[in-house]
């Protein structure tokens, strides 16, 4: 059973850039899954930001495209996410996930990321 | 981006009875090449992550129980727990992953009456 852990800042000052990692266990990086970054403001829905494929393929939703980067580190089995230009709008509980073959069927626990000065 | 529709936001529902949940997307998510629909559900409650419930429209993940169903086709869909018991408190979402950007609906509040 793949587990998800996400790990980085909590507080991040506007203008800035948020850096989250994703530990996968229990599984590789490098299996025929996408990994996938979902975040849910406090109190709203959730949001698709992007994915990745072992190989290196991303697909990024256009809202975040200029400003996001995700990236995998397959020595480490681990999957990044890096949101730059951060403004109190990007706070939010921060999911990483896999998707085998299109619908998300593993989610971490989430990380709370807060925007402000 | 497809637009997900979730109806109603909310909806409260007596021990036992149905529930019924709509969801319809502004274009279609049938894949004609493998007649499937890219439309899943999601189940979550408060401080957890969403968990997978329904995929391609109707086929239930493991561990579901069967009181839980997926179905529609094309543009509309519709959630069904035939059986509402006090554990299926949640908030249910759509999502669509037919293209890219996948998108979800707003979601729906489920409760007891």
């Known amino acids: 059973q793949v587990q998800l852990q996400e790990s980085g800042p909590g507080l991040v000052k506007p203008s800035g850039t948020l850096s989250l990692t994703c530990a996968v266990s229990?599984?590789?990086?490098?299996?025929?899954?996408?990994w996938s970054w979902v975040r849910q403001p406090p109190g709203k829905g959730l949001e698709w930001i992007g994915e990745?494929?072992?190989?290196?393929?991303?697909n990024y939703a256009p809202s975040f495209k200029s400003r996001v980067t995700i990236s995998v580190d397959k020595s480490k089995n681990q999957v990044s996410l890096t949101l730059r230009s951060v403004t109190a709008a990007d706070t939010a509980v921060y999911y990483c996930?896999?998707?085998?073959?299109?619908?998300?069927?593993?989610w971490g626990q989430g990380t709370l990321v807060t925007v402000s000065s | 981006d497809i637009v997900m529709t979730q109806s109603p936001d909310s909806l409260a529902v007596s021990l036992g009875e149905r529930a019924s949940i709509n969801c319809k997307s502004s274009?279609?998510?049938?894949?004609?090449?493998?007649?499937?629909?890219?439309l899943a559900w999601y189940q979550q409650k408060p401080g957890q992550p969403p968990k997978l419930f329904i995929f391609?429209?109707?086929t239930r993940e493991s561990g579901v129980p069967d009181r839980f169903s997926g179905s529609g086709s094309g543009t509309d869909f519709t959630l069904t727990i035939s059986s509402l018991q006090a554990e299926d408190v949640a908030v249910y979402y759509c999502?669509?992953?037919?293209?890219?950007?996948?998108?979800f609906g707003h979601g729906t509040k489920v409760e007891i009456k």
């Open positions: 996930a896999r998707a085998p073959s299109g619908p998300i069927d593993s």
């Open positions: 229990g599984g590789s990086i490098s299996s025929s899954n996408w």
């Open positions: 990745i494929y072992h190989g290196g393929s991303t």
């Open positions: 274009q279609s998510v049938l894949n004609t090449s493998n007649n499937k629909n890219h």
């Open positions: 391609w429209a109707s």
């Open positions: 999502q669509q992953y037919y293209s890219i950007p996948q998108t």
